[in-house]
């Protein structure tokens, strides 16, 4: 048991942490919180100089407000080099990067690493999951590595 919850807090820890950049209302409700478009930002934690920016669709509402009801499946995710790039360690080929609730429960919205070595690009995958069927609804971005190799694990 200790180890299934030292492994759970280490995969917590490899994931990125969202800075909330803004929010823009999209449909106006009278009493309770309009619906809005959220844009969110993180850095790559696996790799220095990358940051992700993530809008995603929240339901406004008594239902959204008090977290009752699901956010739609629509996202996009757009990633870019913002610094020197630096590899801490080498990458998987396929790494969650960023997980957040897009519900009260069992709904998340999901970031993926993927690395396409052939043309050494990093390729982030943006989609939703949900306990019993996700959404086929994804967005997807690249980041190109020139000057040095991306390093595989």
Do not use: W
Not at 105 to 121: E, G, M, S, W, Y
């Amino acid at each position: 048991m200790i180890r299934s919850f030292a492994a759970a807090l280490l995969l917590f820890a490899a994931t990125a942490h969202a800075e909330e950049i803004g929010k823009v209302s999209t449909t106006f409700h009278l009493l309770s919180p309009n619906d809005k478009v959220l844009v969110e930002a993180f850095d790559d934690p696996s790799v220095q100089g990358v940051a992700c920016y993530v809008s995603r669709a929240q339901t406004g509402g008594y239902g959204g407000a008090l977290g009752l009801v699901k956010d739609p499946s629509r996202f996009s995710v757009a990633c870019r080099q913002v610094g020197d790039l630096a590899f801490g360690k080498p990458l998987p080929r396929e790494e969650e990067v960023f997980k957040e609730s897009a519900s009260f429960i069992f709904k998340h919205v999901r970031v993926v690493r993927l690395v396409d070595p052939k043309r050494n690009t990093l390729v982030y995958l943006t989609y939703s999951d949900k306990l019993v069927d996700g959404s086929p609804d994804n967005a997807v971005t690249a980041v190109p590595v020139s000057g040095q190799r991306i390093p595989l694990k």
